[in-house]
């Protein structure tokens, strides 16, 4: 008996059963942009962790299992980060975010790169609210890559002379 009222509160009974139950729920759609990133994300890998032109961002979000890692790589002489790359695990939008990170940190000073903001990454790729989690994973990425990339300078170089790009261009 319940069953049978459930099916036909929701219009699953009777015979227009498969055309009453797509007008009641709406198709739940990613955005083209999360799925062109998905199908086809750009600059997956890894550089060398101990290299020291490289920083290395590691974030996880525990309510969701998803685990990111952004690497940038930083032109030793401009001060720029010549290339980035990433491995996800988790859904789709987190992959997308991941990618889109790694596209708009490329050939940006350290500096300017602190400047994304989850929120942008969200907009760009049209995320429901319910996946605005991946956007900030994103954000903290670049932040830990840029930290991790400073931290390995400061160790190298704490007594010498200007070491990192922007140390380098403050003093010149």
Known sequence: MLRLTSKKLLGLGGPRSPA?????????????????HYN????VGSF????????????????CGDVMKLQIRI?????????????TFGC??????????TEWVKGKQMEEVLDIKNTEIAKHLSLPPVKLHCSMLAEDAIKAAVKDYNSKHAKSGANTEATTPAEKVANA
């Not at 009453?20 to 062109?36: F, M, Q």
């Not at 789709?92 to 990170?101: K, N, Q, R, T, Y």
């Open 20 to 36: 009453s139950a797509s007008k009641l729920i709406p198709p739940r759609l990613y955005h083209e942009r999360v799925v062109d």
């Open 40 to 43: 086809n994300p750009r600059n």
């Open 48 to 63: 060398d962790k101990n290299d020291p032109a490289v920083g290395t961002g590691l974030v996880g979000a525990p309510a």
């Open 75 to 87: 032109d030793e002489e401009t001060g720029k980060i010549s290339d980035a790359c990433f491995k």
């Open 92 to 101: 789709g939008s987190a992959i997308a975010s991941s990618s889109v990170a």
